[in-house]
Structure formats: C-alpha cells, structure tokens
C-alpha cells in the first residue's frame, strides 16, 4: 500500500505560478511510475502530466505541454508539479498518483491522494 499526500494548492492570479508536491509513503517509491491528473468542476478527471520511474521521460497532454513540468527526488520520496504561465481553465483539483507505468491512462495507476485545489483567478 502506497499513501500520496499532494500539497501546494491555492489560489493564484492568471500568468502565475504554482508548484505542487506529493510526498509518497514508500521504500520502492524509485520503482513507481508517478503522475498528475485534475478534476474540474463538472467535469471528468483528466491527464496532466506522467514521469517513469527508472529513467524520468515525462509526457504532457498539449494542454499543458510547455508551461507544466513534472520532476521527481526518488532521496525525498516526492514528485513536484511546476505550473507556469497558468490560465483560469486550469483551475482544478490536482491530483496524484503511483503505478507501474507513467501515461495518461487513469486505470495505470494504484494510488491516489485526497488532492490539493488550484484557483486560478483572471
């Protein structure tokens, strides 16, 4: 059983900035694929961003291709999430999550957190 925590939510302004972590509670956290996926209000869960777990290639919708970066410290158990030049429509619940295999595929994942809420204002 693998317990991710996300932190760093909150509202920010449009053109901003935000970095999110998610802190994993394992010894094998090296071997787990971690991603990012968001929720927006009415809305279904959607992919924002994967890295592998043995040799960080990442990938991206075209949404956020370009201004979100997802990097990993497999020492501190951690994935980050750095959003830039964020939009309105970006605004969502983030959340993350632990797997065999990074993509954008929802059922690749094992684990999820509770999520951290990102507002962006125009």
């Known amino acids: 059983q693998v317990e991710v925590v996300e932190s760093g939510g909150r509202l920010v302004q449009a053109g901003g900035s935000l970095r999110l972590s998610c802190a994993a509670s394992?010894?094998?956290?090296?071997?787990?694929?971690m991603g990012w996926f968001r929720q927006a209000p009415g809305k279904e869960r959607e992919f924002v961003a994967a890295i592998s777990s043995t040799d960080g290639i990442t990938s991206y919708p075209s949404s956020v291709k370009g201004r979100f970066t997802i990097s990993r410290d497999n020492a501190e158990n951690t994935v980050y999430l750095q959003m830039n030049s964020l939009k309105p429509e970006d605004t969502a619940v983030y959340y993350c999550?632990?797997?065999?295999?990074?993509?954008?595929?929802?059922?690749?994942?094992?684990?999820w957190g509770q999520g951290t809420r990102v507002t962006v204002s125009s």
């Open positions: 394992t010894r094998t956290f090296s071997s787990y694929a």
């Open positions: 999550n632990a797997g065999k295999t990074a993509g954008a595929a929802i059922l690749w994942y094992d684990y």
